[in-house]
């Protein structure tokens, strides 16, 4: 253990004794399992080490862990079968931003309106919390706890930050080189991506500030109403402590942060991969170095309801490869299933792709898959399906890991010599080792980061001392347009006076000469 290490790992048994255990209010109310997966095991850190967390989520404990309480919001799964459901339907860019601030809104409401949250949160003097934490995933109304029990308020990404996250602490995303999440666009863009961009993200904004924050502030008034006039919303809006970033300069695009914003990308990845389940290893063993592919879509798409059409063309081109392939599958059944294919609902995803012989994920490239393929050194064939999905398996084509296909057009033949291509050229899977040696070397694990910069919040009082200036400005003061129109106004009267000024000394000359031609 090298000695940075070590010290560390002293620091941290020594930490606890000199901070109390603290009472924290976690909101991650979104149905999507990833989501929570990427979260829960820093919340549970922070529960071994003596905090009392509460944790508003749809995915409860199955076994009670100590010092974590579950406040369940199931009603959530009711929105996300309706957007999930209507996920391919086409829309234009403004449909689109309405059609995901829609659910977050009804997210949201849903979590007010649970009769749990109402028991034991929103009743006043029920309950006090020294630190709220919540996903900053435009759910502003929920951003009044921390008003209502006058706490710090921590927010995290689990898919790094956007124009909205970074007005959480006032960060600079220059939209030249920072491209919006969902254009599938990379850092370096050219003049038409650039323009892209540009309107894209002003599309979005725009929807949200004139369309959903009066709708958040609505919610915020009628919930949180003994706070709602003393505390506005758009201030707790632009109070964040801290915001936590599930992304990283070696995953992604190396770019700039505020002090309070913090990487902490691969906050779910456990240190050691556990030991396979006896079936699982054995096929896998059986490959030998032919090696085994890992096929997933991940927990939002499932491959049983993919069209019957592609589902055959799948099998067919999976059935002439060499290696053995693993395929998330969540059907018990699978007609004309080859014998080289092995079919589960689950599988234990980081310790599969540990495994040595495992040669290529295929994966629908969701940021947690993504993360995990380049912490165990994998290439990936990405097959996008929705969100940031196409800009992570961009990023993977950039970086020289990956390759992408486009799930509804391609063929079997093509399939099949793309993934012949990952496995057989080397410098695919040579990247992909590359950027795993880069992506480990930091010096604190992503989750010990997160801890230790939560308990720093705590440790001094919501740490107003990293909130940077902008965040007290108007857009006007921000951008400085205030200054740019005096000096415009300055230029402009200066011009307008000179115009002036020679125009009388012509009309004068001129004036002078019919004097002088009078006079002949
Ligand atoms: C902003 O947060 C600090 C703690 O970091 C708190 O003392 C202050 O009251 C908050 N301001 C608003 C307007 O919520």
């Not at 389940?277 to 059986?286: D, V």
């Not at 309801?305 to 589902?311: A, F, I, V």
């Not at 007290?472 to 006076?497: E, P, Q, T």
Request: contains cysteine; glycine residues 6%.
């Amino acid at each position: 253990m090298p000695i940075s290490r070590l010290f560390i790992s002293l620091l941290f048994c020594v930490l606890p004794q000199l901070l109390e255990g603290a009472r924290i209010l976690a909101i991650f109310p979104f149905p999507g399992p990833s989501q929570y997966i990427n979260v829960v095991p820093y919340l549970k850190g922070l529960a071994a080490r003596g905090h009392q967390v509460t944790s508003v989520n749809a995915f409860p404990q199955k076994k009670p862990v100590e010092n974590f309480h579950d406040i369940v919001v199931p009603e959530v799964f009711q929105s996300y079968e309706e957007i999930i459901a209507d996920l391919e339907i086409s829309r234009n860019s403004w449909e689109e931003n309405s059609f995901v601030n829609d659910f977050f809104l009804s997210v949201t409401k849903t979590v007010l309106q649970n009769a749990k949250v109402q028991q034991e949160l929103l009743q006043p003097g029920k309950a006090q919390f020294d630190l709220i934490i919540v996903e900053a995933l435009r759910t502003d109304a929920l951003y009044g706890f921390a008003a209502h029990f006058n706490a710090p308020i921590i927010g995290i990404s689990t898919f790094g930050t956007d124009w909205n996250i970074d007005e959480l602490v006032g960060n600079t995303s220059p939209i030249s080189y920072i491209p919006l999440i969902t254009g599938g666009l990379t850092d370096h863009m050219t003049y038409w991506e650039r323009v892209h961009n540009f309107v894209e993200t002003a599309i979005a904004w725009l929807n949200w500030k004139l369309v959903y924050v009066p709708l958040h502030v609505k919610l915020y008034e009628q919930y949180f109403p003994h706070i709602a006039h003393k505390k506005p919303l758009v201030e707790l809006s632009k109070n964040f402590s801290l915001v936590l970033l599930n992304q990283h300069f070696s995953l992604s695009f190396p770019r700039p942060y505020v002090p309070n914003m913090i990487e902490v990308g691969g906050l779910h990845i456990a240190h050691k991969p556990a030991p396979l389940p006896k079936e699982m290893e054995e096929f896998i063993q059986g490959a030998g170095s032919t090696g085994v592919i890992y096929f997933s879509l991940g927990s939002n798409i499932k491959s049983k309801d993919l069209p019957e059409e592609r589902k055959q063309m799948l099998l067919q081109a999976l059935a002439s490869l060499p290696q053995r392939v693993l395929w998330k599958f969540e059907d018990e059944q699978l007609p004309n299933k080859p014998p080289n294919v092995f079919i589960s609902k689950w599988f234990p995803q980081p310790d599969i792709l540990a495994h040595p012989n495992v040669k290529l994920f295929i994966t629908h490239g969701g940021l947690l898959s993504t993360i995990e393929s380049i912490h165990h050194g994998k290439p990936v064939l990405g097959l996008p399906f929705f969100y940031d999905q196409f800009l992570n398996v961009e990023r993977a084509k950039q970086a020289g890991f990956g390759l992408a296909l486009d799930h509804k057009q391609m063929t079997g033949a093509e399939f099949v010599q793309t993934i012949k291509r990952l496995i057989n050229e080397p410098k695919f899977s040579e990247t992909a080792k590359l950027m795993s040696a880069r992506y480990r070397d930091q010096p604190m694990s992503p989750q010990e980061t997160a801890i230790w910069w939560t308990e720093y919040v705590l440790r001094h009082k919501g740490a107003p001392h990293m909130r940077i200036a902008a965040q007290d400005l108007s857009f006007v003061a921000y951008h400085s347009l205030d200054v740019v129109g005096l000096l415009l106004g300055v230029a402009v009267l200066m011009l307008v006076i000179i115009f002036y000024l020679l125009q009388r000394l012509l009309c004068s000359r001129g004036g002078a000469g019919k004097q002088k031609l009078k006079n002949q």
